[in-house]
């Protein structure tokens, strides 16, 4: 069962190629990736979810499809805002050249990520008073409310879909899916009973 | 000054400490990271920050939770960033920015590293496919989480439907989809006086 899972992990890999690059280029793409995605991130930043899959398993190869499932789940299950998967995924981006280089990704990815929105967010902080009553501040709050409710599905599809999953996982995704909208259990405890039914073998990639 | 109690949000300047620098601001906002680890960071950050340090009163702390959820980026971060502009600008904000980010992405790091040398063990790869598959629930909870909001208004479901089949199924990337969809969403919810009539 296990081979198998690591076949499909070399499968995936072996679909995307990437363009090679030198160590500096690598950390100039994964910035002006993440750049422009900063002033994106509607709803939180976990719109960005599906974009991300697209940028680092499709579009650049830095990840298989199984890495980018787990990343998104350590980002979920590490403490501080779920966010910072960015870093894991710029790590993972220059993974080939050695930790380090994974270190310095994640420092480039996450600022990259990070300082447009603040920027934005500086300016909307210091300037709220004139923003408040301003027709274009009630249309973009009520006109972007639809649209993160849409993308928000799709990301959810996305990454249910990420992982290729057996029937097995599937039911534990809807199950975790129903508690986290009934009940107010931390998801931590999903993932830890969900994580002891991979390692006795039930639920499969 | 008393410690926090009921008294503790002042409606007057008065009842406010000085306001922070960016010493206390950095610190200040790695106190509300370190108390978040198990969840409910808005929560401690309201406690921390008006509550116990009476840096601002609950309305302007109100206010910026409005803003950090109406502009692009985390919630919570901007939230930080929000605190820290209000009292220092710039500088500010990137301070409370690190303030809230040093310890969790420093074990975030630290996880990625230990993560990238073992994830190819069977045992490990094993255990992460469970964990993945109860993450994708947390993934599928978030539209619905929200859906509710909008049981009342067909147009918006329409909009979110019709987003939702674009880039789940003709995979349309997420900034073209944008730039399209929220000048049409805005121009629809820009407020008129003749919609308000109807309502």
């Known amino acids: 069962m296990t081979g198998m899972g690591l076949d499909t992990l070399a499968a995936t890999a072996a679909q995307c190629t990437p363009v090679s690059l030198s160590d500096l280029g690598r950390l100039a793409q994964v910035i002006w990736t993440f750049l422009p995605l900063s002033l994106f991130s509607l709803g939180g930043g976990n719109t960005l979810l599906a974009e991300y899959h697209h940028i680092s398993v499709e579009e650049f190869c830095w990840l298989t499809n199984a890495q980018f499932a787990d990343l998104y789940a350590l980002a979920e299950a590490a403490p501080g805002p779920s966010s910072m998967i960015v870093g894991l995924l710029a790590m993972g981006a220059a993974w080939k050249e050695g930790p380090l280089w994974g270190l310095v990704s994640a420092f480039g990815g996450e600022l990259a990520i990070l300082l447009p929105s603040t920027l934005l967010m500086v300016l909307a902080s210091l300037s709220w008073n004139r923003l408040k009553d301003s027709p274009w501040r009630v249309a973009f709050q009520k006109g972007l409310g639809p649209i993160t409710l849409g993308i928000l599905f799709a990301v959810g599809l996305k990454i249910l879909t990420t992982a290729n999953h057996g029937p097995l996982a599937y039911l534990t995704s809807i199950a975790v899916c129903v508690l986290m909208l009934r009940t107010r259990i931390s998801p931590l405890w999903f993932m830890a009973v969900a994580g002891l039914l991979g390692g006795v073998g039930l639920i499969n990639r | ?199």
Request: glycine share 8%; charged share 15%.
């Open chain 2, 1 to 199: 000054m008393p410690p926090a109690s009921e008294a503790s949000r002042p409606s007057s300047p008065d009842g406010l400490a000085q306001a922070p620098g960016l010493r206390d601001l950095f610190i200040g906002m790695q106190e509300v990271a370190l108390s978040s680890f198990g969840g409910g960071l808005s929560a401690w950050s309201q406690r921390i920050v008006v509550e116990q340090r009476r840096w601002m009163t609950n309305e302007d702390f109100l206010t910026g939770l409005t803003v950090a959820r109406l502009f692009p980026g985390p919630n919570q971060i901007n939230m930080a960033v929000y605190i820290g502009a209000s009292f220092r600008g710039l500088p500010g904000a990137l301070v409370a920015l690190a303030g809230m980010l040093l310890v969790p992405f420093s074990l975030l790091m630290a996880l990625g590293l230990v993560y990238f040398q073992i994830h190819r063990i069977p045992q490990v790869d094993r255990v992460l496919a469970g964990v993945v598959a109860a993450a994708a629930g947390m993934a599928l909870s978030m539209g619905f989480k929200i859906l509710d909001t909008y049981r009342r208004d067909p147009v918006a479901l329409v909009l979110a439907a019709g987003i939702f089949v674009a880039m789940a199924f003709f995979h349309v990337r997420l900034i073209p989809l944008v730039l399209v969809t929220a000048p049409l969403a805005m121009a629809w919810y820009w407020p008129r006086a003749s919609q308000q009539e109807l309502r």
